[in-house]
């Protein structure tokens, strides 16, 4: 546990390639001047995914194969189960109210877990039909929930369980908040995955991994206009082509709108997280020595988390963000 093999002050895992005025080190990025610099701090997971922070000081994050959902303490480093079995849980997020919103493949479904522990199931059919494997989940300010639904959590019994696909499509959806009707909102996905809004949630970043299904098709982030009264979503273009045969799997922004993606399973020196600003400039790279699936940040503490992804070992990563 501790910073990663071979990293000094500055980290040479942290990569800037828009050194602002004033930048010290090789690094560049100013916040990592000092002693700051990746750390590991979990360890013996199958495949960590959807790490998010709750109001305390302590990170959730899916153990998908394991079928459990993990909690890591700041105040003692302490690793702990939260939750098992948590229905091969993916993707979660952390609405208005404080409760824990998750994508479970092994459900098919989002759920909700509420202040007293109980679980309210939001979404898990569409048309009569059940979801694919809902995937990841982000929550806006006047309460709908937006999630994705790819294929991958029915594809086989290792992060789900094999089951016939009944939705037609890979969809993106919106669950009303008053109603609780859920709707699709795109429909022109190969696999979609990752999502998060801008700060002003004006902007939807959504990516798309499907070539993992296929080399011709896409492994890029796609960004929308919002319009949140109506539910819907336009304007779509690419906004980050991701260097194949990688992926970016998890994406979130940070308070000033940029862009943090996970990169992964493909070209090992890709492996880790890359920030864009919000015009899809790539700004810089932290390098991680294995695939990373996910990442989160706690705006309040400054700190980031990452999940990193392998068949058999994986381990969560914290790296502390720029600010």
């Known amino acids: 546990m501790g910073p990663l093999s071979g990293s000094v002050y500055p980290d040479p895992h942290i990569e800037s390639l828009k050194k602002p005025k004033g930048a010290f080190g090789a690094s560049g990025f100013p916040a990592f001047a000092g002693t700051m610099a990746v750390e590991r701090v979990a360890s013996g997971f199958r495949w960590a995914e959807g790490p998010d922070f709750p109001a305390g000081r302590y990170v959730l994050f899916s153990d998908i194969p394991n079928n459990r959902i993990m909690r890591y303490c700041e105040d003692d480093g302490h690793t702990s189960v939260f939750r098992q079995p948590s229905m091969n849980s993916n993707g979660n997020t952390i609405d208005r109210e404080g409760r824990l919103i998750t994508c479970e493949h092994g459900g098919r479904r989002v759920t909700r877990t509420e202040l007293d522990g109980s679980i309210t199931v ?6 009569g039909k059940k979801l694919n494997s809902p995937n990841d989940v982000v929550v806006a300010s006047d309460g709908a929930i937006w999630f994705t639904d790819p294929a991958y959590g029915i594809g086989g019994n290792y992060e789900g369980v094999k089951s016939p696909q009944e939705q037609e499509k890979h969809n993106v959806y919106r669950a009303d908040p008053k109603s609780g009707d859920i709707k699709v909102v795109v429909d022109d996905f190969v ?9 002003d949630e004006k902007k939807l970043y959504v990516i798309d991994t499907g070539f993992t299904d296929g080399p011709d098709n896409p492994s890029h982030i796609r960004v929308f206009d919002v319009d949140h009264g109506g539910g819907k979503l336009s304007n779509s273009k690419v906004f980050a082509d991701m260097p194949k045969p990688s992926i970016t799997d998890g994406v979130r922004t940070d308070m000033d709108g940029n862009v943090w993606c996970s990169v992964g399973w493909g070209d090992s020196n890709e492996n880790g997280v890359r920030g864009y600003n919000a015009a899809g400039e790539l700004l810089g790279k932290i390098h991680i020595p294995e695939t990373v699936a996910n990442r989160a940040s706690a705006a309040r503490s400054g700190t980031g988390c990452i999940s990193a992804a392998r068949r058999r070992s994986t381990r969560s990563t914290r790296a502390r963000r720029a600010r």
Do not use: M, Q, V
């Open 122 to 127: 939001i979404a898990d059919k569409y048309n």
């Open 191 to 199: 696999e979609p995955n990752g999502l998060a809004f801008s700060p």
